[in-house]
């Protein structure tokens, strides 16, 4: 049985906070897919959000899992909805570094959380 993903929406940053669980398998994160884009449906395309996903001490099921979440930011229903990204990972897979206002990698919670605010 799959863990879910648990997504909240936090006001204080205006953003979707993702925390994955310790082991994610590619039919968890279809199901969470589905869950967001359907969350993102109901926001009004002029007031983008944030998220703030948080993949930094998990096990992914395999490599396609990775392919899978990263194809996920192309969706057109994401480009309308959110503005703004910060990724928490294992330095030994990204340096922490801020690429512009819109999209940002640190190592820790909340490093990523205080970008946001």
Known sequence: MDTQIDTKYDRKIDSFVVRMPGFISLNALKTWKKEFLATLSQINDHDKKGVLIDTNNHQFESVECLKYLRELFSEPQIKRSISRFAFVSPG?????????????????????????S
């Open 92 to 116: 030994r897979y990204r340096k922490p570094e801020i690429i512009d206002y819109s999209e940002g990698y640190f190592l820790s919670f909340e490093e990523a959380y205080r970008w946001l």
